[in-house]
Structure formats: structure tokens, C-alpha cells
């Protein structure tokens, strides 16, 4: 197996420092290696709200690292003294399951009999580890799937950037990249935050991986010069049917693609999986500020008066995707037998 | 009938000044009403390559201005004597046909013997007449499809701007507003040009329709809550068999619609319709600079050393279609033999 987090190691987005967490403010990348120190929890909810840290499991292992700071800044272990500081920290995103299930992990760590502060640091660092296990795991589970000679389009940013480390779907095209599979790696711009633009093709060019800037509005032409045979996407939150919701476009490409018979994968950690949510129907979508549409870099682009809608998340049918990527394993053509079949198995 | 061109007539893009053409100058909009005076032919012919002037209808008038401006130029009315020039003018933008068929009906004229200045100058308005007239007569039978109580979608900017008022699929928009037909308008940002953004919300908002800007990628989003039971665009060119280039994203929207039940609606003059195209397979995709992806405002906004691709067109199949509207008539689901018939009829 192929060493995947020594050759790829070069970005820490969310990074413990004993007595403070430093997160990579990613509002200012590429041009700009910048760094937000968080001393309180809500310091962490802050930044997970303004985008300094973004990506679900980044946003969960933060919380992780919130819920000590919190421990500390109570000086309390107990569940209900510490709950309301929990309950803001969820409220932080809405459509991360992550977040979530990270504070829900702490919650039951916390409910447990003489609970500590060292046994809460050992949490906040396990869910870090675990997920950078994960994602080696999921890169080669995915880079498997992978036909060598193949392009392939990613959407949003799922790299270092949104984890502990190597990333989702980034992950993926880094072990495919790696074993020298990927005719071409191509990113969508990812509007209205740019994720695509601004941090997916600089984490790979960081890392020697040529990848190729897209409009999002082009996947379709690309697909139709049959330039890429794989769409690689992560997740924010996969239901127990399979739905996926997943970064505003995603919808988009995963129809785009069964048209055009390109495949699509999406690439997420268990955790990412809600069960308790059958179908993609009951999932809140946030809705951002229209000035993501209106305003570039604080500038107005558009003309004054005019109004825009803004969601920034979507959801994928599961019927339209060809393989569910987790650490656990893979599901083909995920439904809700699948699923249930890949917790059972492990 | 309402009378759309004096309701709707606040915008010139094109505009004949008897000594030149002055083209309201689309790059600095919406922020800025500024003008190009154009003076000679090979001025239009930039202004049309730096998208000062844009819309296929719009350059096909600029087009026959142009011609005018070189037989002033040239003192000539002589086809072989102007043909370089005409030459030029034609390879001013690649993909949009209006911009060839206006240069060939000023070819045609000048192959006629006695042809004078004076003959050239009321060809080059009587395009711009007849896209007009054109254009309300789309813009009427384009509504008529549209039920009341509709929601619509747009892409690009086909309106005012685009061609000699009202617009093609901005003036079904505009005459279905009219007529109360419409709880929304939705417009995509149509990036990298941002053509949505910048000019299709302006342009509706100084008529009192409050459009709502979307990111492209959020089309199948909106869709799927069932805000739009259309999406309505323009085209650049139209095969024989009705497979429609036009501005890239307009294949996703329609595979996205297509997908959704969402109908869609494609509103073009006949001048766009090429029959000695067969099908869609053979259009020239124009490629523009990376640069339109890689900086915004002249600031880079992507990492040094990425590369672009940016096709600016995508070809959507006819198969995706539910209607093409043309001033000689609407076409439903088109075919070969149903686009043989639209010309057989008139």
C-alpha cells in the first residue's frame, strides 16, 4: 500500500496546540497563509459559521477540539453544565452531519461516570485520528474503482483542506494520481465561494497535481468530449437511502453524468452517515447571504436592487450514484438495504 | 397584442449615429453606461472579438453596420474590393451564425450590379428592423406556452442588450411579465462572463421585473423545490436536426430540466437556424482565455501556476427540447423534417 500521508502532508487545516486551536483561515487562500487562533469554544462556533474552517469532517474534528476548550473553560466535565456551550457549537452549520455527530460523541463521552479532561483530549484527538485513517483507507477503497488512463471532474474542496488530512474525494484522486491512473483532474470554480477555484487546485498543485480549472457551468461540455469517465465528489450528509447532500452543483453533475454516462462517486466517513434520515427529503438546506452572489471581495457585482437566492447545499438522489466511498467500505448503487448491509458487515 | 417595444424600450446596444456606430459598451455594465464609438470596420470587428457588443442577434447587427462603415471606407461598393474586410469582420467571433448570415446577405447585395452606399445603408437597417419585429413576434408566441402562475429560468443575456430591443428569450420573459403570467424569474450568474449577473438582472430590474440571480450551479436546486416550470434561453446557432449551440451551461440546464420535468424553451430569429449544419457535432466550440476563470477585475484569484479550460458554448441536442421559438413559428420537439417544415411554411 502505498504511503499516502507521508507523500501527501503538506496542509493542516484544523491543528491542536495544546492549549489553543489554530485553524487555516481558508477565506483567505491561496494568496494568504493565514491563521485564526481559537481560545474558546465560541470562538471555534465562530469560525466554523464564517468559513474560516469549512468541510464536514474538518468541521467535526473542530468541534472536537471546541468541546475541550470548553471542558476547560467551565471547569466542569458535566454534560448538563456543558450543554448549552454544545448546543451553540451545533448550531454553527446546519446541513454538516459532522458537527453533529461529533458533539454527540462528546455528549455520550461526557455522560459517562468520572468523565475528565485528559479522557475528553484523548476523544478530540481520537476523532482526528480516526479520520485521517479513514481517508487512507477510502483513497485506496476508491482509487480501486478507478480504470487507469481516466479523467476525472471533482466539485467543492474534500482535500486536507476539509479534513485531518489527504481528504475524501481529494483523497481518492491523490492515491489515483499516485498510482498513475489520471489522464486529467479536472475542478469546478464551485460558485458562489470558490471552493474549487480558490483551494482545490491549489491543495493538488501544492502537491504536483495538475488539475485543470472548469467553470461549474462547463462540466457537461467536458463530459460530452468524454474528457472525464469518473465525477469524485465528498458529502455533508448521507441518509440512510443513500441521498446525498452534498455542496450546491452536485445535484447537477450527478445528472449530467448518468446522462452522459460518466460514473459518480461520492466519498465520505461513516460519520457522515445519518441513518436516523431516510430520504434526502426531510434535509435542511442552508441558505447563505445573497451577498456570496452579489458581492465579490467585498465589492457589489451586481446591480443594486437586484436579489439572490443562495443555497449553498443540494441533495443527490442515491439512484444516482454508481459507488458510496467509506472507511468502512463501498456500496454500489447505494439504497437502503446497502446501507444497512454496510454497518452490519463491520 | 401589447405593444412590448414601447413598454420596453429603455436600452440601445446597438445604435446607428449616421457617421458611425455607437455600442453601449457591455464590459463595465452594470456600473457604468459607457459608449464605443466605432469609426471603421475593423473597430466593430474588435468590438465584437473583446465583447464590447455580444448576443448573436446584436453582432449581426453591428455586423451590417460594419458593412456600411467599409464601403465608406473603401469607396467602394465592389464585393471583391470589400471582401477582406468582410472576411475580417466574419472571423471576429467564431461560434454565433448571425454574425456570418449578416455578412452574406451584405455579400449578396453587393453581388447585385448598380448596388449603391445608399442600398448598403438601408440593408444594414433593415436588420436591425426586422430582429425588432422579430423579436416582438417571439416574444408573443414564446408566451403563449407559458402558463400562468409559471416560474422561469434564464441563462445569459438575451434581452436588449443582445439584439435591437426587447430580447429573444428575455422578450418571452418580458411579454409572459406583461401579461401577469410569471411569480418568478430566476437568472444564472453564467459564469465566467457573468453575463446573468451582471447584465440579465440589470437589464430586467430597469423594467420593474424583480429577476433573482441563482449561482448556475443551483439550477437543479431550484428545480427540484419546483420554482420553475421553464427554462427559457436564447441560441448562437441552430442545426438542421435543432441541436442548439449556445452559451455553456445551457446543455446542463436542459439535461438538469429534462431530468426535473422542468420544460424548456429555446427563442431564436431564423437567421440563427443553420440548415446546411446537419447536427450539433459539427459547430466549432469557441475556446476564450483561462484568464476569464483566473482573475476577476484584472486580479488574479486563482493560484499561481493553474491552469483553465473555458469553453464559452456547449451544444445542447434537439432530443432536449420541448420548443424552439422562431418568428416564423414555434417549433415543438424539434426534428429535421419539423425544422424543413417551419421554412416550408413561410
Known sequence: MID?????DSIRAVDWQGDHLRLLDQRVLPFEERFVECR??????????????RGAPAIGIAAGWATLLLVREQRSCELATLEPGLAH????????????????????????????????????????????QANQRMAMLGSELIAPGSG???HCNTGALATAGLGTALGVIRAAWAQQKLKGVFAGETRPWNQGARLTVWELFKDGIPATLIA???ASHLM?????????VGADRICANGDTANKVGTRQLAIAARYHGVRFMVVAPSST????????????????????????????TVAEGVDAWNPVFDVTP???????????GVVIRPNTRRMRDLFAAS
Open 152 to 154: 476525472v471532474l471533482t
Open 89 to 132: 457549537l451545533v448550531a454553527a452549520r446546519p446541513t454538516a452531519v459532522n458537527l453533529a455527530w461529533a458533539v454527540d460523541r462528546m455528549r455520550r463521552l461526557l455522560a459517562t461516570p468520572g468523565c475528565t479532561e485528559q479522557a475528553v483530549f484523548e476523544e478530540a484527538q481520537r476523532i482526528e485520528q480516526e479520520d485521517l
Open 216 to 218: 461549474d457551468s462547463a
Open 273 to 300: 452517515i445519518d441513518m436516523a434520515m431516510p430520504d434526502g427529503s426531510g434535509i435542511e438546506i442552508e441558505l447563505r447571504d445573497p451577498g456570496e452572489l452579489t458581492h465579490s471581495r467585498g465589492v457589489r
Open 40 to 53: 474558546s469554544p465560541a470562538a471555534v462556533a465562530s469560525a466554523i459559521t464564517d468559513l474560516v474552517v
Open 224 to 232: 460530452s468530449e468524454e474528457r472525464v469517465q469518473w465525477v469524485i
Open 318 to 328: 442515491a439512484g444516482l450514484i454508481d459507488a458510496l466511498v467509506t472507511e468502512l
Open 4 to 8: 499516502l500521508l507521508s507523500r501527501f
